[in-house]
């Protein structure tokens, strides 16, 4: 079975082809001006792209492919061109980035209603955020932006979380950054987590204690948020959101993953904890589009791989090269 630069395998096997989440990392950079990742060691350098607010996009998608490593995937295009045209081509000030484990492009094509306030907008999916503002003035505040920019996007070889999630931060592929299968060292490749705070830009990372995010990008100049349960990195999230501190804010959410590999995908637990992502990401959508009105944001609900199940049996799994497991969407937001 061949693969393509960014660990991909043929289309011939179902397989998408024509985004990867290797593309992620330079799209993140590209939308700050932030440079790349193959200088995140040059501050002076990453310095000088950030500060290049009227960048073309095809000037910033050169430097960030620059900025990251020489190797690193090239930005989304679609994603630079929704921005541009949602900002009158002005450079994004914020991102955030919510990252939900084994949300498979099959279960959205399942359960597409599930999935409806990612496309929509979250009117009905959530609770007003309080008494005084609720989700209805958020979700104008949203639409103001755009419909949000849906992306078929493939995983990479093996598609296991830490492999991907480091593939997704880097621009590179397994074989490059060293991660391929299920451990967590820390990079010694760069990643996002060193070319934005070399440009400046403030960092959070928020993830649950053990997990592949709060692990193998240690040791970064960002500031970290690790916590226990789901719960309080939810709120640690809103919280970070309404203080406005950072320039990029990373959530990863691991609850859909969990009870996929102790029922099956589809178990009641299962789409439970999927109908709970999308609730939060929305949840916090909103937040965004209440509380950072004077930026301008670019936000995502990013997962990492699929899954599938073996037999209709439990439990769920991943880690194959099928089109179950390598096929998944991504949704971006412009607010």
Known sequence: M????????????????????????????ALLGAGSLSEAGDASSLSEAGDASSLSEAEGADKASSALKASAARPLSSVLTAASSAF?????????????????WWLYQKYKAYFAPLETGCVEAVRPLSK????????????????????????????????????????????EHGIRKYEKPVLTVPTIFDALPAAGKKVAIVSTAGDSISLIFLNRPVDYF?????????????????????????????????????????GFMARRALRENISTYCTLRD??????????????????????AKFGIPPGDHGEETARDMNIAHWWSFL
Not at 88 to 104: E, H, K, L, T, W
Not at 135 to 142: L, R, Y
């Open 2 to 29: 061949s693969t393509d630069m960014h660990g991909q395998a043929d289309m011939s096997d179902g397989i998408f082809k024509d985004n990867c989440i290797t593309q992620v990392a330079a799209t993140i950079c």
């Open 88 to 104: 009158s081509g002005a450079r994004c000030d914020r991102v955030f980035m919510y990252n939900p484990d084994a949300i498979a």
């Open 132 to 175: 005084d503002s609720g989700a209805d003035k958020a979700d104008a505040a949203f639409k103001a932006g755009g419909a949000p920019l849906m992306l078929e996007m493939c995983s990479v070889v093996p598609p296991k979380t830490p492999v991907c999630f480091a593939s997704m931060y880097s621009g590179l592929t397994p074989e």
């Open 226 to 266: 690790i916590y226990k349960t789901k719960q309080e990195c939810n709120e640690k999230a809103l919280e970070l959101i309404l203080e406005d501190r950072y320039d990029v804010i990373v959530l990863y959410n691991g609850d859909y993953d969990y009870w996929m590999h102790r029922v099956t995908p589809t």
């Open 287 to 308: 937040a965004i589009a209440e509380n950072w009105q004077q930026h301008k944001t670019a936000l995502a609900f990013a997962p990492d791989h699929g899954c599938h």
